[in-house]
């Protein structure tokens, strides 16, 4: 079993800037991907932006050249960091991980971090 644990989230002012933090634990052999989803109130969730091992990022369209994403394979844990962040961007953000426990392949989500750009 792989748990994923987000933090960094809060209240910040539009134009303000945080920094996401998510770390996988568990029986944890090899991680394919890592990735940010959003979901904002009444929509449905999105792919904010994904770190593939050995691959390109990818970023929504909405984000791109104000989000960041990164990864630190030793800590199995990965960052957001968000700037310029507008109130379009308030939404509930979650990670998830999907590899291997070298027995079995898994699909892991964290619980969610609440992020609220408001004046």
């Known amino acids: 079993q792989v748990q994923l644990v987000e933090s960094g989230g809060g209240l910040v002012q539009p134009g303000g800037s945080l920094r996401l933090f998510c770390a996988a634990s568990?029986?944890?052999?090899?991680?394919?991907?890592m990735c940010w989803y959003r979901q904002a109130p009444g929509k449905q969730r999105e792919l904010v932006a994904a770190?593939?091992?050995?691959?390109?990022?990818y970023y929504t369209d909405s984000v791109k050249g104000r989000f960041a994403v990164t990864r630190d394979n030793a800590k199995n844990t990965v960052y957001l960091q968000m700037n310029s962040l507008k109130p379009e961007d308030t939404a509930v953000y979650y990670c998830?991980?999907?590899?291997?426990?070298?027995?079995?392949?898994?699909?892991?989500w964290g619980r969610g971090t609440q992020v609220t750009v408001a004046s």
């Open positions: 998830y991980a999907d590899g291997s426990t070298g027995r079995a392949p898994f699909r892991s």
């Open positions: 568990g029986s944890i052999f090899s991680i394919n991907a």
């Open positions: 770190i593939p091992t050995g691959g390109d990022t």
